[in-house]
């Protein structure tokens, strides 16, 4: 599954802001809390490459 966010992450930012480098996509599941753990590192143009970086947490209220 989280191979699955990863590759369906890429794709929705290379369809809606193609002009973003991505450095690193990474996953990881956090099992106690249900959660994935999601970080991009990424640059935009103009920007002297500075790489920037995004924290995202994916949870799920079911259990299963």
């Keep these: 599954t989280a191979g ?5 992450c890429l794709k929705l930012i290379n369809t ?7 450095i690193d996509l990474t996953i ?4 106690d809390t249900y959660s994935y ?3 991009i590192a ?3 143009p103009d920007t002297s490459n500075q790489i ?4 995202l947490s ?3 209220q ?3």
């Design 28 to 31: 990881n599941l956090d099992v």
């Design 16 to 22: 809606y802001e193609p002009r973003v480098n991505v």
């Design 42 to 44: 990424y640059t935009l």
């Design 62 to 64: 079911s259990r299963v």
């Design 37 to 39: 753990e999601v970080q």
């Design 52 to 55: 920037s970086t995004v924290n």
């Design 58 to 60: 994916l949870s799920s």
């Design 4 to 8: 699955f966010i990863k590759e369906e």
